[in-house]
């Protein structure tokens, strides 16, 4: 019970939820699509997954002065890579809340001239830099993790009178049928593989945040027209997405720093 406490105290965490909650929505409201459900049903899914929508906007209100110090802070960062992925993904971030204050602000009739159409792809644009950033960051960070663990297996296998490539050619030993070129390249891609998943398996942040992203990475691309995956996609990738975002502020040591 006091973990919930502490949980529901966040505002960030009540957005999560309501982020999950909306995707859920829209998930179940393809669901009954094509089930062949009533209309009024779904409806009253749209319906509430409209006022979802917009409650999130108003909890996202200020979050671009978070996202600005964010980026004030990753400026600092001693690795040139992270400092600006992190950065220009910060300044994104805090540009696609700013975009979504003023969504706001059209929807709840503050401002009814606000043309909300412009705004909704301008601020899916700086939604969708902010992923292209993350991943990005993700790739580097895997590549970093990879060269760290390849030298450490290099290492043992030098110590063991065993280089690493000895060792790719006796395990393709045993390959037969194919011409020696490919063989060596097939096997290496299989290295390359085992190590990513050894790398992932070994850092969960890590995994976590790539798969965040990735889902992530379908909202903005079928809202702009990009890439159409359709309200199921959508809402499943946005579910799952904010499923882990809520896992790492459950888990703070889920979440990928810095």
Not at 215 to 238: A, Q, R, T, Y
Request: proline share 3%.
């Amino acid at each position: 019970m006091d973990a919930w406490v502490r949980f529901s105290a966040q505002s960030q965490a009540r957005e999560r939820l309501c982020r999950a909650a909306q995707y859920a929505c829209s998930l179940l409201g393809h669901t009954l699509q094509k089930s062949g459900a009533s209309p009024e049903l779904q409806k009253q899914i749209r319906q509430l997954e409209g006022h979802l929508s917009l409650g999130r906007k108003l909890l996202r209100l200020g979050t671009s002065a978070d996202a600005l110090e964010s980026a004030k802070r990753a400026v600092h960062l001693s690795d040139v890579v992270l400092r600006f992925c992190i950065t220009v993904s910060h300044l994104n971030r805090a540009l696609y809340f700013a975009c979504d204050n003023v969504l706001w602000a059209g929807k709840s009739g503050l401002a009814p001239s606000v043309d909300q159409e412009k705004w909704v792809q301008r601020s899916f644009r700086y939604y969708l830099f902010s992923l292209i950033m993350n991943l990005s960051r993700d790739a580097y960070e895997i590549r970093l993790l990879m060269e760290q663990e390849s030298s450490v297996y290099s290492r043992r296998q030098k110590g063991s009178g065993a280089g690493v490539t000895g060792g790719i050619e006796t395990w393709g030993s045993g390959v037969s049928g194919t011409p020696g070129g490919l063989r060596q390249l097939a096997l290496k891609l299989q290295l390359q593989v085992l190590l990513l998943a050894r790398v992932l398996r070994g850092h969960p942040p890590l995994l976590l945040d790539v798969v965040r992203n990735a889902c992530d990475l379908f909202i903005p691309l079928d809202k702009l027209g990009l890439w159409h995956s359709g309200p199921g996609i959508v809402g499943l990738c946005g579910l799952i997405s904010s499923i882990l975002s809520i896992l790492t502020l459950i888990c703070p040591w889920l979440r990928l720093k810095p």
